[in-house]
């Protein structure tokens, strides 16, 4: 079985630019996460989907964050504009459902931000 | 809110050695409560999770966790470390209920000295 894909492994941009973050989860699972994780400290939950409908966004910088899930399947990440503060690494993971919080979450390998 | 603490920020311990990880967390209820490992470069790993019954579980790569409700601990154990044990472990605790929110420690960074 295929795990969760991400896409890049790497970016560097300069402040004020803008970035974009691939996520593809595995296949037939519902739900998809993005996870910001800051050097030094645990991944923190930006968004969750449910197929196509959010569920959860309330840590999302919406002022510069947007994700988007259209299709039920894969998913895209951005930051428009970029701070410096946004150095990290984002992550993406799926589970198979919501299921009152006992589903396996699977983790991708994460994309690495660096912001200049 | 629920919280993790994971006190010990790095952790050296040499291959062979027994090893414990702790983990406090805090919740109005029983959470659902996890570890998961991340070797360099790569995302995360569950080892094992607790949700009800048994208090000690049972995980992957010969580690083991034991719930104590009174201490609100959830400590990660394996009797004997070996090198490729080396990764940052996380303990994560999510509430019970519909929603399946996962709020993650700081991270223990083990490092086996062989």
């Known amino acids: 079985e295929a795990g969760v894909a991400q896409s890049p492994r790497y970016k560097i941009i300069e402040k004020r630019q803008s970035v974009a973050f691939w996520c593809n989860p595995i296949?037939?699972?519902?739900?998809l996460y993005w996870y910001q994780q800051i050097l030094g400290q645990g991944p923190k939950l930006l968004i969750q989907?449910?197929?196509?409908?959010?569920?959860?966004d309330s840590q999302l910088p919406k002022d510069r964050f947007s994700a988007e899930r259209l299709k039920g399947v894969d998913s895209t990440l951005k930051i428009q504009p970029a701070k410096l503060e946004d150095s990290a690494v984002y992550l993406c993971a799926s589970s198979l459902s919501l299921a009152g919080g006992q589903e396996t979450q699977y983790f991708g390998p994460g994309t690495r931000l660096l912001v200049l | 809110a629920q919280s993790v603490t994971q006190p010990d920020i790095h952790i050296t311990v040499s291959e062979g050695a027994s090893l414990e990880l702790r983990c406090n967390y805090s919740?109005?209820?029983?959470?659902?409560l996890f570890w998961y490992v991340q070797s360099p470069g790569q995302g995360l790993q569950l080892l094992l999770k607790?949700?009800?019954?048994?208090?000690l579980v049972q995980g992957i790569k010969g580690f083991e966790a034991e719930f104590k409700r009174s201490q609100s601990s959830f400590n990660l154990r394996k009797p004997s470390v070996h090198w490729s044990d080396a990764a940052e472990y996380f303990c994560?605790?999510?509430?019970?209920?519909?929603?399946?929110?996962?709020?993650f420690g700081t991270g223990t960074r083990l490092q086996v000295t062989l």
């Open positions: 989907f449910q197929n196509n409908g959010v569920v959860d």
């Open positions: 296949s037939g699972h519902a739900t």
């Open positions: 994560a605790v999510g509430p019970t209920g519909t929603a399946s929110k996962l709020t």
């Open positions: 919740y109005g209820a029983t959470p659902y």
């Open positions: 607790y949700f009800s019954g048994d208090t």
